[in-house]
């Protein structure tokens, strides 16, 4: 019989980043008046930080009036997955700041998304595990 450890290993904070850093979708979770949302986002890192851009909309309102966010990525391949969440706040950047970055994180479909926010962490936590049995990605 395997261990726990075995089959679950954290990812030191270097290995989390470098993991977000290879992806470009994820989910946020923020807060929408008395309930939690979670929508997908595609995003960038960059020095040490999560941009991505958004619409007027319920997203835009949520962040601004809850800055507290999670925001997650994860992949499984074979016998393999992998997940990193974090914890930060989250904010509209200024224009001289967010023309730095805007080109960086390009929409996946034609809608204008003219703010650019970004997420700071304060805390980042990754694992990998070793599955067991069919993972086809079949429910």
Known sequence: ???FEDLVQSMDEAHAWEFL????LGR???H???QVEVLPINYKVHNGRIYFRTAEGSKLL???????VAFEVDEWSGDRAASVVVH??????GENLADDVRNLIQPWIDYRKSHVMVIEATSISGRTFQLSGDHTGDS
């Open 28 to 30: 946020i979770g923020f």
């Open 21 to 24: 850093a290879q992806h470009k």
């Open 62 to 68: 949520g962040i601004l009036l809850n800055a507290n």
């Open 88 to 93: 930060g706040q989250c904010r509209e950047i």
């Open 1 to 3: 019989m395997e261990f």
């Open 32 to 34: 929408m008046v008395d």
